[in-house]
């Protein structure tokens, strides 16, 4: 089975002159690479301006409770 890839972008907006009328753009930059977590319950990402960091999104919507108790157990991360 093969991991699945995908692009991070950024957006950049600019304005170009053409024949008198100004006109914004959009241009869309590769700045990294994400790809699921084992658990499938979050996204894993990597930023080509910070080789080496991860960083994770939860796909899992968090209760506000939930949150207040993962501060203050101190736990590991479970990946």
Do not use: Q
């Not at 053409?18 to 753009?25: L, P, S, V």
Request: proline residues 4%; glycine residues 6%; negative net charge.
């Amino acid at each position: 089975m093969s991991t699945k890839f995908y692009d991070v972008l950024v957006a950049k907006e600019f304005e170009v002159t053409e024949k008198g009328k100004t006109e914004t753009k959009t241009k869309w930059n590769r700045v990294g690479s994400a790809w699921p977590a084992k658990s499938g319950s979050s996204l894993l990402f990597e930023l080509f301006l910070i080789p080496g960091h991860r960083y994770v999104i939860n796909l899992k919507a968090n209760d506000s409770e939930s949150n207040a108790n993962a501060e203050e157990s101190n736990e590991e991360a479970p990946f």
